[in-house]
């Protein structure tokens, strides 16, 4: 990524020491003061020994990397800003010995309602220690950190803790608008033009809202009422869907989407789903991004939810179809938000002072009538280190609060496909999230091929945890 010392409009400025640049728009969206959770947990099962002061090390290796890592948020003129320290505090590492199998989500549900304090960096790790069995918690921030950030922080904690005098390099770049948009994007006419409209629709959307009766406010969701439920499928069963998928022409995800937008249904009722998005990794749109730089933001775009059959009337033939439409629109969708990404970032950082409107807007909503889908895809780390083992990663999670929303997320590593479902209570009752989760299990079940159809899909074994109040 390229260096960028320049002052600019977004706080950034070039004084040696006292770097920093102001939250973009969605960025405070998330962090608001920084007492809401909104935290993105990234659990690992190891085998085999780990030493607390090369964690320690491995640790201050990341953060020497990553300039975001090295600063805090403050409140400044403009709003809040990402301000470097010449100092920082060290990336917190909690250590306690492990209890069970089970016990890194009882620890996981206490550390994402737990807000990252202000004098220390937005990422923390926790080792639950064991008898040459271990689990590591990385929790991030979601607004400097989405699922592609997290996997590139754990690649590279533990390549420098297996290999020390590894380099990891480093960057200057804090993210500000001129550090994601090229110089030709910010002066073409065409992204400037597209982004005044943007501003001027959504300026006269917000005013006709403000005149027309306020709706009553939505129950808050408190963080304590949020639960992930999570399951796995094996190397079998995950083999035979790829195959059906590619035979099919069609992908994973599309073939996921259909799975679940119908288990919804099946579940809730036709009127419980009104949307289904996906969530796109918005690098492939921003070259100027570097592939290992931190990043929180993700951009989703609709599926399509066209001619869903009536519910249980799900059959193989209509739904290869439907998987096979879903991925040619999906890919449309993409190109679109590709095509308009610029003006879209350009817009929202004029909009700074609606930042209390979309809040409010936010907090008010009512329960959730969608889904989003957030594919991870297949994690690319080594299993194999000096001293230990990568075993598993779990379901990468996120802490949605106090926003209403229904969340799917697919991994895969080590040929395992893990599935979690994050929602709460009041949106999606717990005991629904299992039957969606069975239901849209049988449905890749009955579409896969007849040799699998008993593989383990059919055996997968979602896990039990319930909410803990901490």
């Not at 996981?108 to 790790?125: H, S, Y």
């Not at 590279?156 to 803790?161: M, N, S, T």
């Not at 939810?305 to 890919?331: C, N, Y």
Request: proline residues 6%.
């Amino acid at each position: 990524m390229k260096k960028n010392s320049r002052e600019n409009a977004d706080g950034a400025s070039g004084q040696a020491g006292c770097r920093s640049r102001r939250l973009l728009l969605l960025e405070r969206t998330m962090y608001r003061e920084g007492c809401t959770p909104f935290t993105a947990v990234f659990p690992l099962h190891l085998v085999g020994t780990l030493q607390e002061n090369r964690l320690r090390n491995a640790l201050a290796r990341v953060q020497a990397k990553h300039p975001l890592l090295r600063c805090v948020v403050e409140e400044k003129t403009n709003g809040p800003c990402f301000v470097m320290r010449d100092q920082p505090a060290p990336i917190p590492l909690r250590v306690v010995e492990r209890q069970s199998e089970d016990h890194w989500q009882v620890e996981t549900r206490w550390e994402w309602t737990k807000p990252f304090t202000q004098e220390e960096p937005l990422v923390r790790l926790v080792w639950l220690r064991g008898d040459g069995v271990h689990e590591l918690l990385l929790l991030a921030h979601h607004c400097i950190c989405d699922g592609h950030s997290g996997i590139h922080l754990l690649h590279d904690l533990l390549r420098v803790y297996d290999e020390p005098e590894q380099e990891l390099g480093s960057y200057e770049a804090l993210g500000t608008v001129e550090d994601l948009v090229p110089a030709e994007g910010l002066r073409d006419r065409k992204v400037r033009s597209q982004a005044r409209r943007n501003v001027l629709i959504l300026r006269t959307l917000s005013l006709l809202k403000r005149l027309l009766p306020h709706k009553p406010a939505a129950p808050q969701v408190a963080p304590e009422q949020i639960y992930f439920h999570r399951w796995s499928v094996d190397r079998a069963a995950v083999e035979g869907l790829t195959e059906r998928c590619r035979a099919e022409n069609t992908t994973i995800l599309a073939a996921a989407s259909i799975a679940f937008m119908q288990a919804f249904r099946d579940v809730r009722g036709v009127k419980a789903l009104n949307k289904t998005y996906t969530m796109v990794n918005a690098r492939r749109f921003l070259p100027q991004l570097g592939t290992d730089a931190l990043f929180g933001l993700v951009p989703g775009v609709p599926l399509l939810m066209k001619d869903l059959p009536q519910p249980q009337e799900m059959g193989a033939e209509s739904f290869w179809q439907r998987a096979r439409s879903v991925k040619t629109a999906m890919t449309a969708q993409m190109d679109r938000l590709g095509a308009g990404l610029y003006s879209t970032l350009l817009t929202l950082e004029a909009m700074h002072d609606s930042y209390a409107s979309m809040v409010t807007d936010t907090e008010r909503a009512a329960v959730a009538r969608h889904v989003t889908l957030s594919n991870m895809g297949r994690i690319d780390l080594p299993q194999q280190y000096g001293d230990f083992r990568l075993e598993r990663i779990y379901s990468p999670l996120v802490m949605v609060s106090p926003t209403p929303a229904n969340t799917v997320v697919l991994s895969s590593f080590g040929g395992v496909m893990e599935f979690a479902i994050i929602s709460d209570e009041h949106s999606l009752p717990h005991t629904q999230a299992t039957a969606i989760a069975e239901r849209a299990m049988q449905i890749l079940r009955a579409v896969a091929p007849a040799q699998e159809r008993h593989a383990a899909v059919a055996a997968h074994q979602p896990s039990a945890m319930q909410v803990v109040t901490t």
